[in-house]
């Protein structure tokens, strides 16, 4: 069915318009499928290469998903121990300050276990960019239910729904690490759309080059989907996320140069 | 007269199947395949000539699997 369709006469190298980085190693990814960590991955990767810095950058990667990442990504990488991604960096951007430094780091790691990591890293001003994935979950270990899990969401760990009264609040921990004065730059992306994709990687472009001039820490969040996590096929969690992820975490800049964006206000239903 | 056309080339064996491409694409060229690959994924195909080269299925497929092509052809 496919032959129909070939143009030879296209399809020739130099008409090539877009194909997969070659920072991004040829392997399959391990993801699941529809996920945002591949989009993610490739956004990075393309920034580096289009920066053209891929030998000058460390990433680190915690514990979760993301920790999958230095199997793809082509650069230099480090583990970290579980949500302290943002300790590691400090110490490498401090020794290497002329090095690309960013975090990669998910919401259980970056919210839950490495929340006194991210703050005071962020506090102290750390020169470095922190990629934060959020999707609501704890997805590597079977969707449990994370700080950031919505209220009513239902998770392995809260089965009829998140209960603000005895399970706590969701954690909007940008919206908390925007107001430390040693942030420069904020923001809140999602990939799943080709608009979407379009600014995350204009936000990644924009985080990596104001680390040349030591402002502070850029702090990118994705909202991101988690189908595997959330029982659901990749097309029907991007919806839900729309409807359900984006009223609560509501996508744009947040801080920029320095100074909080001003917002309209959103009615959150509870 | 010279057209611009677009020409996608799909990865099939590190294809997943997640359809996420097929809502991205604006003239509803990707469609998925009966068969499977070698991991049991139905993977994208291209079912029509529309395709612009817009890359909108590239950029949002989260593996990568798609390479965009843009050329005049005549017609």
């Known amino acids: 069915m496919e032959e129909t369709f070939v143009k030879t006469d296209i399809r020739k190298d130099e008409n090539i318009v877009y194909k997969r980085t070659d920072l991004l190693v040829d392997r399959p990814l391990s993801y699941c499928p529809g996920c945002g960590h591949g989009v993610v991955h490739r956004m990075l990767m393309e920034t580096l290469e289009e920066m053209d810095i891929q030998d000058k950058t460390i990433g680190v990667s915690p514990v979760g998903c993301s920790v999958l990442a230095y199997d793809f990504m082509n650069i230099d990488m480090l583990g970290a121990a579980h949500g302290r991604a943002p300790a590691l960096a400090t110490a490498i951007k401090r020794l290497w300050p002329d090095k690309f430094v960013f975090t990669y780091q998910g919401d259980g790691d970056l919210a839950a276990i490495g929340t006194a990591e991210t703050i005071h890293a962020c506090n102290r001003g750390e020169n470095f960019t922190i990629i934060f994935i959020n999707n609501g979950i704890y997805g590597m270990t079977g969707g449990q239910m994370a700080p950031t899990t919505l209220p009513g969401m239902r998770s392995s760990t809260s089965p009829y729904g998140r209960d603000v009264q005895t399970m706590g609040h969701p954690l909007k921990i940008t919206e908390l690490i925007a107001n430390l004065p040693g942030v420069y730059y904020v923001t809140r992306q999602a990939v799943h759309t080709p608009s979407h994709v379009r600014k995350t990687k204009k936000a990644i472009r924009k985080a990596l080059e104001q680390q040349k001039e030591n402002k502070g820490v850029a702090f990118i969040e994705v909202v991101s989907n988690c189908n595997s996590g959330w029982k659901m096929t990749p097309v029907q969690s991007n919806k839900w996320m729309e409807e359900n992820m984006f009223p609560f975490y509501p996508l744009g800049d947040i801080k920029v140069d320095g100074k909080l964006v001003e917002k309209k206000e959103v009615v959150v239903k509870e | ?75």
């Open chain 2, 1 to 75: 007269m010279a057209k611009i056309k677009g020409d996608i080339l799909v990865n099939v064996e590190r294809c997943k199947g997640c359809e996420v491409c097929i809502a991205s694409c604006p003239f509803s060229v990707i469609a998925m395949s009966k068969e499977v690959n070698g991991k049991g994924y139905h993977f994208a195909i291209k079912v029509n000539n529309d395709c612009t080269g817009c890359m909108n299925c590239a950029i949002v497929c989260p593996d990568g699997v798609i390479t965009v092509y843009r050329g005049k052809v005549s017609e």
